[in-house]
Every structure is written in C-alpha cells, then in structure tokens.
C-alpha cells in the first residue's frame, strides 16, 4: 500500500474530530481529495448512532442535484454498510428542494395550479425570455437582461449588486414594472418559477414572522455541503436556522469557489466564524488525490492570485510521505497551433491506453469548446481513440430532444404545465406567436392552461392556427398515456421514432437514434429521463453504472455492456467532483482562458485562477499543460499570448518537438499510477 497505514489513521484522527464534534456551528474546510465526503457521511452516522438523534431531525443539503443525490448515495451507503438502516429518513436534497418543501406544508405555493417547476436555463430562454419579448416588443437579449436583474436581487438582496455582470443600459424602473406585469401571471399560468425566486420567498416569510422553518422542517441539525456556492441569500436562509437554534455543519473550500454567475461568493465560508465567533472550525490538510507535482502546481496559482480573506490552508499530498514517494509527473508544453496540439494529446492518449491506461482515467479539460473541441476530436478521430465529448447535451437542448424529454416528464407527472407548453411549441410548423397566443388567451379568458389538452375547448376563443397546435398536442398525449415510464428503450424506441417522426423530420429522428447509441437498450424509461435532463457527467455515469448492476446483478455472468471506456473531454466547470488518473489542460492563452470579458474584470480574473486551481487538482498522477503559439482566429492566424495562469503554475514551459510522450515519460506516468 503506497500510502502508509500511519498516514491513514492520522487523516482519520482529523477526519473523525471533524465529523463528531458537537458544537452548534461548525465549520469544514476541505481542499480536493481531502475526505471531505467521508467527514460528512460520517457524521450522520455519528449523530444516528452515538447521539441517537432521529433520522427526520438531519437535513444534509448539496448546491445541485447532481451533487445532492451523489451526496444522498454516499450517506445512505455508509450508513447501511455500517447496519444504520433508519438513515433513508435522513433529508438529502438541495436547498431549492428544502425551500420549496417548507413553502409547500405552509401553504405558500398555493397560488399555482399544482407544485411549481423550476424552469432551467434552456427554459428561461426559449420559452420565458421569448415570450416576455414578444409581449413588451423588446429584444430577447434585453429581455434576458431584465430577468437576470431580478435574479440578481432574489440571490443578494440588491439590484445591481456588485458581481451582476455589467450591461450597457442600467435596467430602468419601467423595465422591472414591465417583468412583474409579465412575470406574475406567466409563472401561474405556467405553474413554474424562476431560479433564486424559491430560497428568497423563503426567506422573506421567514423574517416576516410568517413561517418558522424549524417547526416545520423539525430539523435539529443541518449538514451543508459546497458551501461556497451559495449565495447571500441562501446564507440568509441558513443563518435563519442558526438563529432558531438548528445546529449548522457547513462545509467546503472558498478556492473552489467558480460559480458567481449564479452570485456564488467564497465571503460566505471564509466570514462564517467571524459571523459566528463560537464556531469550531476544522481544516483537512492531507490530500489523498494529487500527487505532490501536480498539487504543486495547483497551489502556486493560488498563492499567486488569491482572494481577499482567504482562508489559511497547508495542503499537502500524502504521496510526499508515501512509501515509495510519488511525485507524479507534470509537464508544460508549447506548441505552434492548436493542430500539433492536439495531435500531440492524441497520440500521448494512444501511448498510455497502450502502456494499459483505461481510456476513462484520461480528462482532457477545455476552457473554450468553441474554439479547442474539433482540433481534439479530429485528432482522436484519427487515431480510432473513443472519447465521450458530452456531445450528448446538443440532442439535450435541441428542440426534438426537449421534446422527448418533455414526453418523458409527463409520463411521471401529468401536472407539469412547462413539460405542456414545451410540447406544445417546439415540434415544427409550430411558431412562437401561435403558443404565446395561445397562453395571452388562457390568462384573458380565466382558463386553466393544463385543462386546455384535456377537456373540451371553449367554443370561440382559440383560431384555426392555434386550434391545430393544441390538437397535435392533444394527440401526443392519447399515445403516450398507452405508454409506462417502466418500459425499456427497446420496447418503445419505434414508437418514439414514430412520434418524433410526426412532430419533426428523419433527421430528428437520426439524432434521437444517435443519443440513444451506446446505451443499454434495457434501459427504463425512467432512467432515461433521468440521464438525459442531468448535466452531469458524474451523474450520467452513476446512472449508467446502476442500470448495468440492475440488468447484471452477478458479475461472474455479465450480459449487461460494460459502461463505455472512452476518453473523456469536458469543461472545466463540469470536471468539478471527477478526478482522473492523467488530465490534459490545452489552450492556455490570453482569450482563450481567461476569455476578453474575464480581462476586464479582476474578479473574475481571480475566479478564473481558482477555476484552474479546480481544473489542475482533478489529476491524480498527471498533469500536462500546454498553449499554442498561433491560433486561427475570425480567419486569420493570429499570434497567441500564454495565459497569465501558465507562468503562474511555477512549472516551466518549452517548445515540444516530440509527436507524443516518449516511452520514459509514460513508463514514469504508468509507475506513478500504480504507486497511487
């Protein structure tokens, strides 16, 4: 074992001190691979069975789905390896969920037709935006605009608040009357709300006096995790449950903290203990993922651009201290266009896949897809190397892929307004005028928008055009209630061929045969939904992985296809909570990474060398950097400038002439695997 049992039960001392401490708040700061999950599953464990605290009393909350129902699996897992069986009366969920919860047993969202969705961002532009600019006679872009100022005040509590990213015309008083005159009704007769709105309202009743969340919720203690990705008003949410007496367990690392475009500060977990004085806080130091180059070259960045106020860390690799040592292997390239790059990457990747890597232990990260994806692609292409570029997400957004995703959510809950209206209006022929029309009517004539599909219409309200839009809905529903949501793929791939065929066209239909390529046909139904509306890759793989273990329960007689073994590319926001044994990061330039608009913000400038900091610390082994010295840009070769963050690394990069690794360097890579 290359780390030493010493090692282990030294990170478990602080780990455990962590996890069971009992004071009312609390604080965790956790750096990658640290154990900060093992830290929160144990504590669970910890108040069920040392402190008998009951299940129903724990809320654990996480920033996404994703993240919270990651969270949710380890909890429970643990806790029932460990014979804690009451623990699935453990809340798990996200804090729009528990808002929403607690909205709901107070009555609060009975002014809509049935349980509100939260629309996405897909949502809000094709359907929200789009009809708010045709009702005020605005452009769609301005229209967003005045949207995302009402969701900047509903995450801080200001209008304009500082990181509210700038626009050339302020929003003017006029503007924000003419969203709340559109807002209201739309959202009601939606039955939909709008992100942020839900933990504001929350927390509005709250310090009205109008709802004590503790008797509702019954919580005793909260466990928050990604505690840096909330924002002001989700702290005023928290701090609202401190003050009634709920014991807080907050954790997270304000250097990863990547999300202030949804007004995410790292101010909330780095003024925590000054806000609460009588705080325990707890800082693991020891990481068990990087090997020491490669943190190394992590932690420079942020030494060297820090955020005010950061809170004090040593993180160290434990491989420092292993037995042998494992320094990993870092290398910085330079390269003279993108092309050489990324057949530089191609062919490292077909050298190490030979050296008996598994393609999924290599990430290739990019900042830029835009700009980087087809130079890799082609590259990877060529040399017949399988990656998963989570192209997935372009079927996601498209219209035919909304719309089965739409067929999908209503197969699980017919009272999902928005899941109508997208089916509605994204199938073609079908025009934004005609679906806003049609919902302008629903408002005038006090009609329930859901019944408009299920009962008879009202005789003279609706036009030819939109009488023919709201029967081809009509008989969409009529197929798809012969339909379960257990079915398989394969059960209804035809049909739902048949169904896109007569909404869309053939190439609709190529595109949903091309999503579905790879997947176990034995899929439910279900779980397809499931897959297809996440956006995270981590998540896509768990989702994969326990549809395999279902059809497969005993591995020794495998029928089930093994997940894909494929290099994987992706954002660096989206590589946040994977890891990798090998992580490629190109196109280290000046408007690449950090893009023109993060250059005129020095905020964002330090968002983005955090962003990095999360990037370079999802490689466990290795980290190979590189830019390119020209880049063909508006149609012209254009000489790059390396990105500030390249010097920042403190490693030293230069010119490669070689077309791939050289067999040393994958022998010295494969060596530091094996000593992980």
């Keep these: 074992m290359p780390v030493t049992p010493q090692q282990i039960q030294n990170a478990k001392l602080v780990q455990d001190a962590a996890a069971q401490d009992l004071t009312p708040t609390i604080r965790l700061v956790a750096g990658p691979g640290t154990g900060k999950s093992f830290v929160i599953e144990g504590r669970v464990y910890w108040l069920l069975s040392a402190q008998n605290i009951p299940p129903e009393n724990i809320i654990a909350v996480s920033f996404t789905r994703a993240a919270a129902k990651d969270l949710k699996d380890r909890i429970y897992s643990h806790c029932l390896r460990n014979n804690q069986g009451n623990v699935t009366d453990v809340r798990v969920s996200t804090l729009h969920s528990l808002a929403l919860y607690i909205l709901r047993q107070t009555g609060n969202l009975n002014l809509y037709p049935t349980d509100p969705t939260i629309m996405d961002d897909w949502e809000l532009s094709a359907v929200f935006d789009a009809e708010f600019s045709k009702t005020v006679n605005n452009n769609p872009t301005r229209c967003s605009e005045i949207r995302r100022d009402h969701e900047a005040f509903w995450s801080t509590g200001l209008w304009n608040p500082p990181n509210l990213p700038a626009i050339n015309n302020p929003i003017t008083q006029q503007e924000r009357n003419a969203f709340n005159g559109f807002y209201i009704p739309r959202t009601q007769t939606y039955s939909c709300v709008l992100p942020g709105e839900i933990v504001r309202t ?84 020891d990481c068990f993922r990087c090997t020491s180059s490669v943190l190394n070259a992590a932690l420079q960045v942020i030494a060297t651009y820090p955020a005010a106020n950061r809170i004090p860390k040593n993180l160290t690799s434990v491989y420092l201290a292993s037995a042998p040592v494992n320094n990993g292997f870092t290398q910085s390239n330079i390269f003279n266009s993108p092309v050489q790059e990324a057949r530089y990457i191609a062919s490292s990747c077909q050298a190490l896949i030979n050296g008996g890597l598994q393609p999924k232990e290599i990430m290739i990260l990019i900042s830029n897809r835009r ?82 599909f299920y009962n008879p219409l009202p005789a003279g309200v609706f036009v030819a055009r939109e009488l023919s839009a709201i029967n081809k809905l009509i008989g969409t529903i009529a197929i798809i209630q012969q339909w379960n949501i257990a079915d398989t793929i394969n059960v209804r791939a035809n049909d739902i061929d048949n169904l896109i065929l007569n909404n869309f066209a053939q190439s609709e239909v190529t595109g949903w045969r091309a999503f579905i390529q790879g997947l176990p046909l034995d899929m439910t139904l279900d779980e397809l939904k499931d897959y297809i509306q996440t956006d995270s890759q981590e998540e896509k793989d768990n989702i994969l992985k326990k549809v395999n273990e279902r059809l497969n329960p005993n591995p020794q007689n495998a029928v089930a296809p093994p997940l894909a073994d494929k290099i994987r590319i992706m954002s660096f926001h989206s590589s946040k909570g994977l890891s990798a044994k090998v992580v490629f990061i190109p196109g280290l330039e000046e408007s690449i990474f950090p893009n023109k608009f993060a250059q005129q913000i020095p905020g964002l400038i330090l968002e983005n060398a955090r962003l990095f900091y999360v990037a370079i610390t999802r490689a466990k082994a290795s980290c190979i950097l590189s830019y390119t010295r020209y880049r063909q840009l508006f149609g012209q070769n254009t000489a790059m400038t390396p990105s500030r963050f390249c010097a920042a690394t403190g490693t030293v990069f230069a010119q490669q002439n070689n077309p791939t690794l050289t067999a040393a360097e994958v022998q010295t890579i494969m060596t530091s695997i094996a000593n992980l």
Excluded at 215 to 230: C, P, S, Y
Excluded at 276 to 282: D, G, I, L, M, V
């Design 202 to 285: 929350c927390v509005t009743q709250i310090q009205s006096g109008l709802i004590n969340p503790v008797d509702v919720l019954g919580v005793e203690h909260l466990i928050v995790d990604e505690v840096q990705d909330l924002n002001p008003c989700d702290f005023e949410f928290i701090n609202a449950l401190i003050q009634s007496g709920v014991n807080v367990f907050i954790s997270g690392d304000d250097d990863q903290s990547v999300y202030s475009f949804r007004y995410a500060f790292p101010q909330g977990i780095q003024n925590f203990t000054v806000q609460y004085p009588a705080s325990a806080n707890h800082v693991l130091n």
């Design 371 to 452: 700009a980087q994806l087809n130079a890799l692609t082609a590259a990877l292409d060529a040399l017949n190397i399988g990656y998963d570029a989570n192209q997935r997400d372009d079927f996601k957004d498209s219209n035919h892929g909304r719309f089965l995703q739409c067929i999908l959510r209503l197969m699980e809950n017919t009272n999902d307004y928005v899941a109508h209206r997208i089916l509605l209006g994204t199938p073609r022929g079908i025009g934004l005028t005609t679906c806003k029309n049609i919902t302008d009517k629903v408002i005038a004539n006090n009609i329930n928008y859901r019944n408009l």
